[in-house]
T-cell receptor
Framework: DAKTTQPPSMDCAEGRAANLPCNHS???????VYWYRQIHSQGPQYIIH???NNETNEMASLIITEDRKSSTLILPHATLRDTAVYYC??????????????FGKGTLLTVNP | SAVISQKPSRDICQRGTSLTIQCQVD?????MFWYRQQPGQSLTLIAT?????????ESGFVIDKFPISRPNLTFSTLTVSNMSPEDSSIYLC???????????FGPGTRLTVT
C-alpha cells in the first residue's frame, strides 16, 4: 500500500471549515483514498473515500488533486465534536487482502470555541 | 453500516492469565478483523478472522498468543494469552461489508495488565 503523510496536528475555530491535507505521492492507479477519524476513547469512524473524483457526503468533502498525489478532507462547519485524530489511508479496492487498513499517525484536529 | 458490540468494554487482568474478547455484529459480514492500539499509538492489524478456517495473522502476531475464533458470519472472539504488561492496549474489532468495503469499528476493549 502507498504511504501517506499528514501533519501531526491542526487547529480550527468552531463554525469554520477544517481542511485536512494528505500527501500520497506514491499512490497507484487502483488505490483508493480513505479517511477515518477516531474520537478519544472510541473506535475509528469511517468518513469518506474516493478514487479520483471529488466526493461529498453528509459528513465531509474529499478533494483529490488531478495527479492523485494529494487530497484534502474538508469539514465544512467544524464543531467541538469534530475534535479527533483523522487518518488518511490508501488501499486497493475490492476484497481479499485488499480489505486491510494500514493506519499511520494521523492528524489531531482540535476545534476551538 | 453495521452496529458492532464488544465485550468486555474494559478489564484489568493479572500477568500470566488470559482474556477472551467478544465481537458481535448486527448483520452478516464478509470480513472481520482484530486491531490493537497501544497507548498513544495508532492502530495495528493483528489478524483477519476467517469464517470456517484459521485466522490470517499479520507479521509479529502469532496464533499461540492471539487465538481467534469465528464460528459464524456475525461473531468472533480474540483471546490474549499469557498476558504481560506489554499487552495493555485497546483491542478493536472491525468488519467489512459488501462493496465498497469500508470498515466499521467496534467501541474497543481497554485491557490493563498488572
Amino acid at each position: 500500500d502507498a504511504k501517506t503523510t499528514q501533519p501531526p496536528s491542526m487547529d480550527c475555530a468552531e463554525g469554520r471549515a477544517a481542511n485536512l491535507p494528505c500527501n500520497h505521492s506514491t499512490i497507484s492507479g487502483n488505490e483508493y483514498v480513505y479517511w477515518y477519524r477516531q474520537i478519544h476513547s472510541q473506535g475509528p469512524q469511517y468518513i469518506i473515500h474516493g478514487l479520483k473524483n471529488n466526493e461529498t457526503n453528509e459528513m465531509a468533502s474529499l478533494i483529490i488533486t488531478e495527479d492523485r498525489k494529494s487530497s484534502t478532507l474538508i469539514l465544512p462547519h467544524a464543531t467541538l465534536r469534530d475534535t479527533a485524530v483523522y487518518y488518511c489511508i490508501v488501499r486497493l479496492a475490492g476484497g481479499g487482502s485488499n480489505y486491510k487498513l494500514t493506519f499511520g499517525k494521523g492528524t489531531l484536529l482540535t476545534v476551538n470555541p | 453500516s453495521a452496529v458492532i458490540s464488544q465485550k468486555p468494554s474494559r478489564d484489568i487482568c493479572q500477568r500470566g492469565t488470559s482474556l477472551t474478547i467478544q465481537c458481535q455484529v448486527d448483520s452478516q459480514v464478509t470480513m472481520m478483523f482484530w486491531y490493537r492500539q497501544q497507548p498513544g499509538q495508532s492502530l495495528t492489524l493483528i489478524a483477519t478472522a476467517n469464517q470456517g478456517s484459521e485466522a490470517t495473522y499479520e507479521s509479529g502476531f502469532v496464533i499461540d498468543k492471539f487465538p481467534i475464533s469465528r464460528p459464524n458470519l456475525t461473531f468472533s472472539t480474540l483471546t490474549v494469552s499469557n498476558m504481560s504488561p506489554e499487552d495493555s492496549s485497546i483491542y478493536l474489532c472491525s468488519v467489512a461489508t459488501s462493496p465498497p468495503y469500508e470498515q466499521y469499528f467496534g467501541p474497543g476493549t481497554r485491557l490493563t495488565v498488572t
